[in-house]
């Protein structure tokens, strides 16, 4: 499958054309945007812009670990998805980390975050992962009804993180 392709849906307006390619530099202040509306869902995260384009720029300075999709109609970006490739121990081999998924709010439901999500996978495969792994927001409930319509199966594993600057440094 093609790192690049189109989306066709219909709007009250007239048809529009959704093209899904691998990011750019170039997209990185828009990029950054989305994250304010994403980690209003995240309750764990907060929004940093130069956190987040530092992180959009470590994901494109490593195209054959990490990859960073958009989702544009007429030259505008109106979704994103990042991933990277991970080892696996559970499956003993790569594992895709779905770490980023947005679509603008004015273009959900029109498959553009399945079209990312299908580029993802696609990218993934092709660098040998037999995965996919993500975490959602608890409270994100189109996002949980997305990935189990994509097939994915609900984990009954609960995730953790935390700040190496800031974690118990007793803890032994």
Known sequence: MSVASLV?????????????????????????????????????????????????????????????????????????????????????????????MYVSAGFRRKGIGSKLLENVLAWGAERGACRVQLVVASANARAFRFYRQAGLLKSHMTAFYGKLDVMNPDFS
Not at 33 to 43: I, S, W
Not at 69 to 87: K, L, N, R, S, Y
């Open 8 to 100: 066709h849906f219909t709007g009250s307006a007239s048809m529009t054309r959704i093209r899904i390619r691998r990011g750019e530099t170039r997209d990185v202040e828009m990029l950054v945007t989305f994250f304010r509306d994403l980690f209003t869902m995240e309750k764990d995260f907060a929004t940093d812009a130069e956190s987040q384009r530092a992180g959009l720029l470590l994901l494109l300075a490593n195209p054959g670990a990490a990859a960073v999709f958009v989702a544009e109609t007429d030259g505008v970006v109106v979704g994103m998805a990042t991933a990277q490739i991970v080892i696996s121990t559970s499956i003993g081999g790569y594992s895709i980390l779905l770490e980023d």
